[in-house]
Each structure stands twice: as C-alpha cells, then as structure tokens.
C-alpha cells in the first residue's frame, strides 16, 4: 500500500473559503527547462467565516522562490511549506499576497497543470491542476478575474494564449516577446488556460442573437491546418443551437480552440480558450471515420455549452460536478439528435450507458450522481456523474415537459449567473419554475445504483380493460443497503395488430391537446403501482420505456413473438431497435447453454425472419437497420450475464460469433444485395444519408465475411478502392480479425506505411490489432509497445493499444493463464508514476473481477499485487482499495 493513505474527502465537510480572491494576476516567464510564474492575488478574508487569521494555499511540485504580503517579503517564520500546501501564519483581512515559483513543465508526464506536449506549452487544471502552476485556493467556489501575462521566446513561440481578451502584445528584447490577457468573467483557477508555441490557426466569425460580432479560431500545427473545418463549422452550429434552444448567447468577442497531441481526456471548456485532444478537433475524410466525425461535432458541442451550463454558472464543490457535466451531456445529446437521426444518437446514448454505466453501478465503484466522498476527484469523472447525470436531466425535461424545462433553465441561469452553485440550486430552480415538485425526484442524485422495474400486465377481455402491474426495486450498493423509491417516467404505448392503440388512462385527466393519443408518460413512484387502461379492445404487447425514458432495467416477460411485433410495428424508434436487441441477446443466451451442454446450435427462425425483413424494407432509414442489426458487445452480454449468476467469455464469445455468423449464412443473399445496392459513387461527405448507407453497407460486409471467408474477396476491394477512412477500415477490420497470416499483414502493413504520417490514424491501427481475437492477441500487443509509434508518454496510444486490448478483446484480456491480467498490471504500475489519471482509467476492467466466476480468483489476485505497490498514487490506490473491499 501507499507509505502514507490518502484520505477521504467527504461531501457534509464542506465549508466555505474563508478567503476570497477578487483578482489574480499571473506573469509567465517561460524557458526551455522550467518556468517562473509570479503570481499577486489580491485576497479578502471574510469575516465571519474565519476561525483565524491563517491561510492554506495549495501548492504541489513546485519550487518558493519567494512570497510577500503588501510588498513586503516574509521571513521564513512567517509561512510554512509542505508537499502539498503553503501556510501563511498571519494574513491581514485584505491583503495582496505575491508568490514566485519555479515548476518545470517539461518534466510533467502527468499532464496536469502546465506542460508540455510536443513542443507546446499548455495547461490542463481540472480538477485540481492549477495548484501545480502557483499557490493558490484552488477549489471551484473561488472565483477570480485573471490577469495573465505569457511571456517567451519569439522564434519557439510565436503564439501565446491565455483567457478573455488580448489587451496588449509587446515585442522584448533578446527575441522575446510577450501578450497580455484579461478576462472580465470571474472565474474558479480550474478554467485557467495558457497555451505557447508555434501554430497556424484558421478564423471564421459568428454574429451572435444581439448582433455582437464574435472571432472564432482553431489553433493547431501546421500540419494539420486543413483538417478544422468541420469543428468550426460544429462550433457555429452549436453557437446558433445555443442561442434558439436555451436562448444563450456567447459573451466575449473571441473563442479560441487549440488541439494539442497529449491530453488524458477529449477536450477542456476553459473560459475561451478550450483545449483539445487532437483526436477531438482534427477531421477529414481520410482520416477520421464517420464515427469520428460525429464525435468532434458532439465534443465541440459539449465544450462551448461549458461556457453556460460550468463557466457563467458553476459548481460549489466537486461533489457538485454533474451540475455541470450531467447537464452538458443532456445539452450535447439534444444537439446531436437535433443535427441528425434523434432515433440513432438515443440508441448510441442508451448502447454506451448500459455497457458503462450500468456496470459501473453494479460494481465496487459504484457512486450516486452527487458523491459523497472521494479519495481523488479525477476518479469521478464517471459514467455515474456524466451520463447518468445526464439521464436525470433528461426525466426532469420529460416530466416537466419543453416549456417548462425552458422556464427552469431560463430561471436556472438568472439566478445563478456569476455563482458556483449546487446541484440542490439546479433542482430548485426547475421546481421554482414549473410548480412541479421534485422532492422524491432528488432520490436520484443521492441513490446509487441501477433500479430495477418489474412490469406484469392483466388483459380482461369482457372489461376491455388492460392493467400494467409495475415493481421497483433498486440493489444495494456501497454505504448504501436499503433505497426509497424513485420518481420514475415511463413512457409507454399498446401495440395491437393493426398498430398501437389510443390509451385511455383511468384516473387520469383526458389532455384534449395531444396529438398523438396512442403515448403517455406513466410516473411510477412507490414501490409496487398499477395503471389501467379502458376501452382496449385486443390483447396489446405493451411497448414499455419507450425512448429509455429511464435510467433503468426492465423486465417483463415478453415472448419472442412480442418481441418481433414490437421490432416490426411499434411507434417508438427506440423500442424498435430495443426489442431487437432484447430478442437477439436471449439468443445468444440460449445458444451459449446449447454450447456449453454439447447440444446442437439452432438459430430461432423468428430472428432470420425478423432480420430478412429489416433488410427488404428500403423504406427504413439504413441507419436504423444498422443498429438493429448490430449484435450487443460482448462486454454487455457479460454484463447481462453477472445480473443472472456469472459470466463466461470463452463461450460468451463464441455464441456470439456463431449467431452472427449463422445469421449471416441465412440471410447471404439479401445482405450482398444490400452491400451491392448501397455502394457510393458520390465523393464522400460527412452527411446523414451517406453516413447511415455506410454504416449498413459495412455491417452487411461483417455478415458476409463471418457468413464465409470467401467474402474476405469483397473486403479486400473494398479495401483498396475506399475513397475514406469508414469504408477502409471496415474492410480492414475485417481482413485484420478474419484473414490469414499473409493478407492480415500484408494489408496491416500496407495500411501504416501509407498513414504512418498521420498519428491519429496510426492510434486506429494501434486500436484495430490490439482487438484480433486470435490466439497470438497479447504477444501482438506486446511487440506493439515496443513498436516506433507507440509512446507510453502519449494517451491516445495507450488508450488505444492497452485500452483496446483490455476493453475489447474479452478472450485474450481474460486469458485462462492470467496474462492478461498481469500485463495490464505491469502496464499500470508504470503508468502510476507516470500518469495516474491514465493509469487508473485503464484498471476499470479488473474491477469487475465479481462477475466472473470462473476466473474472478485471478483478477482479485491481480489487484492484490497492485495494492502491495509501494507509492500508488492516490488515484489508482483508490480504484484498486474500493475494488477490493
Ligand atoms: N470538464 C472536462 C473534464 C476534466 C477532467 C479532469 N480529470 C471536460 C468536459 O467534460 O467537458
Ligand atoms: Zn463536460
């Protein structure tokens, strides 16, 4: 174990600063192998909030040149320093406190606070990073106007950023220069930002609603000029989005984006100056996928929304963080299903929440929405905090309906403007708002865990009356056995034969307004509830959580025959493509037991019916059929697997392989009709109806090769012909998992001598042969870390490489001899000193070991040896501590 634990911070521990900071000045001498910043922090002591006249200012790796109060240099008694803090003995109550420190950026692999990637200077301080520029109070709810001066070398830096407005640039002497920032918008230090080095930036503009004229630039290498188009134009989008949807406008007069190669996560909202993962700004068609594409546009999004929901209004405490990252998500999400297929972004929403957050909240780290405590801040930056932070703001948008929610927002951002606020405040404004009470509503952000909602239903035929029976429960979680019940939306339909019924609810008021009779909204708020229905003249299928109006499991006994006229018939778009899912998952279920009692595998002729049909009808968005077509990961179907026993990869994945291969054989003919009749000769673009014939085109050549290799054919031409990196590397993928020796590295070979130039395709390179689940899967990802392009150093290669490899090759990772298991053991105790926040990332999968019957032995083993590791951050010392309790 670490020599000293870290400790826990708690949620009911919170207390104000007893301090504030109404300014902040900062003066950056930058230099080739460290940095001076001088800081003057103009403080205020509140009075009856201090118990003494003492201030603590965080500070770690870095080195005091000197500290004054008022402009006069205090003796060594006066102040105490420690690895982690500054004290000031005696401070008076207003004061300005200046500090010099020496840090050194180069020698940041942790790439948090200032460092340097490549040859770029550039900071990352959420959460806790800007205590490792300078000495200050650095918490969310000290909100300060910066002033902040970037001086350097001319040559190595021509450009020097920082927030707000550029209010001077003056050329030195000795070829140095340096630009003076301001940013009027009081700010928390974790949205400070400083850029430096040499980039080319392209400009566009944006006329905002009050017709204030806005300068927009995308900063990158020159290299790479060429490749922002599309997250400026996403950034307009959003701008506009924005200003119709919540009615926010931008508020300086430039927005800056700067990518940067090393980065631990997508992209950071600093006030004005977001910084980028390269691999969430950079676009074009050769390489970026449509996938990809998608991404930038929704991380772009997400970023200039921050500027709302996180900068103007921001968080209290890091409890508080779905306040801004829950909210943000539902924004983000929102303008992505605005821009395109509302149907498919909710089914990629619901795909990645289930797959992650459900398996987040059924294991040790499971957390509620709002923590009560944490060890390391960095490890919250959850599935918990951001999706299903974001599936709460979405049940309040449904219960509180368009208008209201708008009210609640508007009232939202009124009050709060220029605060740092609690999630508490957020909900209370929606009340305030729409007269609608949230009391119970709050469950959700107290609650962990995935509630459970058991629905069973009762036809009278002579009545013509139809009753829903529905349960909740919710499992015990960490520190928390017993749950009350939640406020559940659950949207519903009646499916009949001739399509879905009008529903008359007793009891509930008849809205003559509605245009659609055939939907409502059921609030379920106790334990066991039931709804009846009038005047339905057939038994129905009911069509349950429609649109996943809840973060929520939920069964109800549907036979495969409902299942397929739900997929067929349904109103909803998304039980459409649920009851698919549901229907082919039971299969997968039932062929495992056939292969693991020896009997003979069959595939229920309803899902080849079901299937042929989705790919006869041209009158379905191609899209749609793609997903519906699309098998659950194996990841999920373990998942699904623990909630009924245990799970076991081997015959989890052969089951898996064997229905899409026994599928595809079925149905050969219409999938090479569909893979012929989709192909494009229009040049490519990243639009929707090219991108939805894509992604069906490329899954029918998935079907086709695990249908027969002699389709390997069909993907070898397509891999040579592809005229973007979607259709390439799909074919790539396929021949790289399928093919033999020879083509498999011939074509691998032949793909990284022609993209070697551009590192984000390598990193799908990387991504693509850490996932072969063939035999020789580890050894592969071995030699590749010792490959020239891999770089410990850089976190999308190892995302890609070991993450690829642990996230998505499930017979590997879980190797019976335990290999996996010890490699990405080894991969993060290097990374632990290197990277903790990357390290701890990567461990997610051992700590799922309880799912696993037959090997969680070895994995529980794996993060035993970890924990005996001298000097774990607390970052990991966390993951690997909870995970074993
Ligand atoms: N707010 C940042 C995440 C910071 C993570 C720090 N470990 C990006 C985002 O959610 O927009
Ligand atoms: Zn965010």
Redesign the pocket.
Known sequence: MADTTPGTVYLKDYQPSAYLINRTELYFHLHEDHVIVSSRIHLLRIGSLAHNTSLTLNGEEMELLSVSVDGRELEEHEYSVSAESLVIHAVPEQCVLACKTRIRPQENTSLSGLYQSRSLFCTQC??EGFRRITYYIDRPDVMSVFTVTVEGERERYPVLLSNGNLIEAQQLAGGRHRTVWHDPFPKPAYLFALVAGNLEHIEDRFTTMNDREVTLRIYVEKKDIDKCGHAMRSLQQSMRWDEEVYGREYDLDIFNIVAVDDF??????NKSLNIFNTSCVLCSPQITTDLGFHRVQSIVA??YF?NWSGNRVTCRDWFQLSLK?GF?VFRDSQFSADMGSSTVKRVEDVTLLRAVQFAEDAGPMSHPVRPESFIEI?NF?TATVYEKGAEVVRMIHTLLGVERFRRGSDLYFERHDGQAVTCEDFVLAMEDASGVNLKQFRNWYSQAGTPQLTVQDEYDETAQCYTLHVEQSCPATPGQSEKRPFVIPLAIGLLGEAGNLPLRQRGAPTDLDTSDNTHTVLTVDQPKQSFVFEGVTERPVPSLLRGFSAPVRLQYDYSSQDLCALMRRDGDGFVRWDSAQTLVTRIIFEVEQQFLSGTPRLLDPLLIEACGDLLCDDSLDPAMVAEMLRLPGEDYLAEQASQSGGANVDSIHHARDWVRSALGKSLAPLFLARYQGLESRQPYAPEATQIADRSLRNMCLAYLVSASLDNLALASAQYREATNLTDRQAALKEIAFYGDHTLRDSTLENFHQEWRHEALVVNQWLQLQAAIPDSEGLSRVQSLMAHADFDLGNPNKVRALVGGFVNQNLINFHHLDGSGYRFLGDVVVKLNRLNP?LASRLLTPLTKWRRYTDRGELMRAELERLAAEPALSPDVFEIVSKSLQ
Not at 264 to 269: F, K, L, P
């Open positions: 959420e959460a631990n996560m997508g992209a950071m909202e997400h970023e921050h990252e943000t960095n930056y926040q």
